[in-house]
């Protein structure tokens, strides 16, 4: 069985850092592209950015590029979203994603609240 979890998520005040996880289990998450989303109540989902399948190559939203760093642990099965300077419009349910051609899976999600 295929499960994401994501944690991490908590409050924090403008300015602070925070680093999600997003742990796989049942799959190989290397050989599958992640990507990171958030949905703000009253608003729809955004992609945040991702990191191809086999590769460490990455690629962000502008509204976050020089922010947020997405990274793999291989050997953990893990997958990150360091995020920097937080803004409060960063508040939002944060998901992952794992693609594949043959399989797409999300996490329950964790939730980020930047307020001082």
């Known amino acids: 069985q295929v499960q994401l979890v994501e944690s991490g998520g908590g409050l924090v005040q403008p300015g602070g850092s925070l680093r999600l996880s997003c742990v796989a289990s049942?799959?190989?998450?290397?050989?599958?592209?992640v990507y990171w989303y958030r949905q703000a109540p009253g608003k729809e989902r955004e992609l945040l950015g991702g990191?191809?399948?086999?590769?460490?190559?990455?690629n962000y939203a502008d509204f976050v590029k020089g922010r947020f760093t997405i990274f793999r642990d291989n050997a953990k099965n893990t997958v990150y979203l360091q995020m920097n300077s937080l803004k409060s419009e960063d508040t939002a349910m944060y998901y992952c994603?794992?693609?594949?051609?043959?399989?797409?899976?999300w996490g329950q999600g964790t939730q980020v609240t930047v307020s001082s």
């Open positions: 990191i191809i399948s086999n590769s460490d190559t990455t």
């Open positions: 049942g799959l190989t998450f290397r050989s599958y592209s």
């Open positions: 994603n794992a693609y594949r051609f043959d399989g797409d899976y």
